[in-house]
T-cell receptor, first 118, second 111 residues
């Protein structure tokens, strides 16, 4: 069984460019979460999505950042007009449908995309 | 601010010794989870303990939860060099799907 797949593993962008990060959840999982991790720090929640719906985007900056999880295809985290402060590791996690809600299940993480801004 | 705070920030032990990591949190929770992260990799789920549980075991792992003190501990017994990694606690609060992570404990097990 394939786990959470993220690509690319490493992404280099110049200031002002766009970054697109992709995440394919575990097959059958309908909850997707994006987190950001700075060096020597824990993960910070950004956004929680279900198919075609953003459920909680309380951790996402209001400008330049957007996320989607379409009916078909991977979830995308998009950062427009990147700045140096966007340099970080971005992790995607997924969990299955749960009557208790996704947070009552362990989350399955991908290996992340390391974004570097020149 | 971080919900979970791990203690210590770094821990270095010899193979065969036990490693204990602590986590404190601030608000009421549905459950608390421990994850492990090897350098350059994603997080791997280790164990989930619900708010109505006090202790849980999984192989060489033992987790305790004290909701009155808002704290948890992770014990790794008979450590191995392969246990070298960062360990994070994460809390899930009622009504929210997101996990809130601490800054982690960096464990080094020397062969």
């Amino acid at each position: 069984n394939a786990g959470v797949m993220q690509n690319p593993r490493h992404l280099v962008r110049r200031r002002g460019q766009e970054a697109r990060l992709r995440c394919s959840p575990v097959k059958g999982h309908s909850h997707v979460y994006w987190y950001r991790q700075l060096p020597e720090e824990g993960l910070k929640f950004m956004v929680y999505l279900q198919k075609e719906n953003i459920i909680d985007e309380s951790g996402m900056p209001k400008e330049r950042f957007s996320a989607e999880f379409p009916k078909e295809g991977p979830s995308i985290l998009r950062i427009q007009q990147v700045v140096r402060g966007d340099s970080a590791a971005y992790f995607c996690a997924s969990s299955p449908i749960s009557l208790g809600g996704g947070s009552n299940q362990p989350q399955h993480f991908g290996d992340g995309t390391r974004l570097s801004i020149l | 601010s971080q919900q979970g705070e791990e203690d210590p920030q770094a821990l270095s032990i010899q193979e065969g010794e036990n490693a204990t990591m602590n986590c404190s949190y601030k608000t009421s929770i549905n459950n608390l989870q421990w994850y492990r992260q090897n350098s350059g990799r994603g997080l791997v789920h280790l164990i989930l303990i619900r708010s109505n549980e006090r202790e849980k075991h999984s192989g060489r792992l033992r987790v305790t939860l004290d909701t009155s003190k808002k704290s948890s501990s992770l014990l790794i017994t008979a450590s191995r060099a392969a246990d070298t990694a960062s360990y994070f606690c994460a809390t899930a609060q009622g009504g929210s799907e997101k996990l809130v992570f601490g800054k982690g404990t960096k464990l080094t097990v020397n062969p």
